[in-house]
């Protein structure tokens, strides 16, 4: 495109920016801004960086308005969690405690009761899903539980019903006469 001209200051400022960035949306904005100075256009800059002629186009504009700080990513667009840094902690602690050291008479937490003991607490309520999501993204997994009856049930009554089943079935079955 023609008028994209950077001077000598400008373009050293856009290759020491990359280079001196992790941000990876940063370093291809900067990119996008000195290949387009090299003569380059939208479609084929898009196509080497993987980003879409639209990207290349918002990336441009900004860079005319703003200049660097332009280059770097915006505030994501959207209202702020209600799951302050606060709310978080508050979950990591509850969810690394037994149920019953807290009283309750469950040992596994659910998500339906996680969320009514952290309303309790913080006074901050989520639908199960987006507990579940912000779980997730605190490192931990929701599993449910597997149920089972051992060390509740009479153990050797059991095995020995077990074995009792385990020879019936092996046993011979009379024979049936066919019918027509």
């Keep these: 495109m023609a008028g994209w001209k ?3 200051k400008q373009w050293e400022a856009l290759d020491e920016l990359r280079f001196s960035t992790a941000d990876k949306a940063l370093f291809r904005n900067a990119t996008i801004i000195l290949m387009s ?6 479609p084929s800059i898009a196509h080497d960086l ?3 002629v639209g990207t290349v186009d918002i990336v441009r504009r900004r860079y005319r308005e703003q200049g660097l700080a332009g280059l770097a990513k915006g505030k994501p667009p959207g209202r702020t969690s209600r799951a302050t840094p606060e709310y978080r902690a508050a979950l990591r602690t509850v969810v690394e405690t037994p149920p019953q050291s807290l009283g309750y008479a469950f040992s596994v937490w659910s998500l339906a009761r996680l969320n009514a003991h952290l309303a309790r607490e913080t006074k901050i309520s989520f639908s199960e899903d987006q507990l579940g999501r912000i779980l ?3 490192g931990f997994s929701v599993q449910r539980p597997k149920h089972t009856m051992q060390g509740k049930r009479d153990e ?4 020995k019903a077990r074995r009792q089943l385990k020879r019936l079935k092996k046993g011979r079955w009379p024979k049936t006469a066919m019918l027509s």
């Design 6 to 8: 950077l001077t000598d």
């Design 37 to 42: 100075a090299a003569g380059r256009s939208k």
């Design 50 to 52: 993987g980003c879409s």
């Design 136 to 138: 997730h993204a605190e």
């Design 156 to 159: 050797a009554a059991y095995d």
